[in-house]
Structures are given as C-alpha cells and as structure tokens.
C-alpha cells in the first residue's frame, strides 16, 4: 500500500523556520523523483521544489529560491523528503504536499503518480 505522510507544519511568525517531512512507503520510491507542492486558499496548486531520485539534481520556483531546501534520504523500504524553509513569509502560506513521480524529475505537477494528504503552513505578520 503506497503511502505519502507530511508532517511538520504549523503556525510560525514571518522571518521564522520550519522543516517538513513526508515518509514515502510501498513502492521502490528510492527510483522515484520526488516533490513539494503547495496550494493557498483560493489559488490553484504551484511548485515548490523537485528532486531527483539520488538528490544529485534539485530544482525551486522562484519564490523560494535561497530560502527554502529540499532533500532526500533513500533508506531501505521508506523514503524521506524533506523541506527546509527560512525566511518564511506571510505568502508562504498554504497546504504542501509531497509528490512521488517514475522518471526524470519534473517541476509539473500533473506528472506526478502518488501525493500525501497534505500539512498546513501558516506564516502570521
């Protein structure tokens, strides 16, 4: 049974950190890339973060770039994501989710095979 679990967020003050995680179960997800994707009230779901299955390749969108950092950690039958994110702002605010995808590793959403049920982020002024 595949499973994606997040966990990790919460409420911090602008200017602040938080880590999130999401173990990754049930498949050879240590072949898979892997991804972080959010989504705010009323808007539609963007890109955070990919990674490659060895973590030897990463990309971010724009509006995290220098501030936020994805990583992965390929044990034996779970895979952990994780995002660390600095500097956090009041539009950093929304539902991530952690994404598993076959293949190359990809900044589409829709490319994605498997998602996690999301954790809420909220960055208070």
């Known amino acids: 049974q595949v499973q994606l679990v997040e966990s990790g967020g919460g409420l911090v003050q602008a200017g602040g950190s938080l880590r999130l995680s999401c173990a990754a179960s049930?498949?050879?997800?240590?072949?898979?890339?892997m991804g972080w994707f959010r989504q705010a009230p009323g808007k539609e779901r963007e890109f955070v973060a990919a990674i490659n299955w060895s973590g030897g390749t990463t990309y971010y969108a724009d509006s995290v770039k220098g501030r936020f950092t994805i990583s992965r950690d390929n044990a034996k039958n779970t895979v952990y994501l994780q995002l660390q994110m600095n500097s956090l702002k009041p539009e950093d605010t929304a539902v991530y989710y952690c994404?598993?995808?076959?293949?190359?590793?990809?900044?589409?959403?829709?490319?994605?095979?498997?998602w996690g049920q999301g954790t809420q982020v909220t960055v208070s002024t």
């Open positions: 994404a598993c995808k076959r293949g190359i590793v990809s900044m589409a959403g829709m490319s994605y095979d498997y």
């Open positions: 049930g498949r050879t997800f240590s072949s898979y890339a």
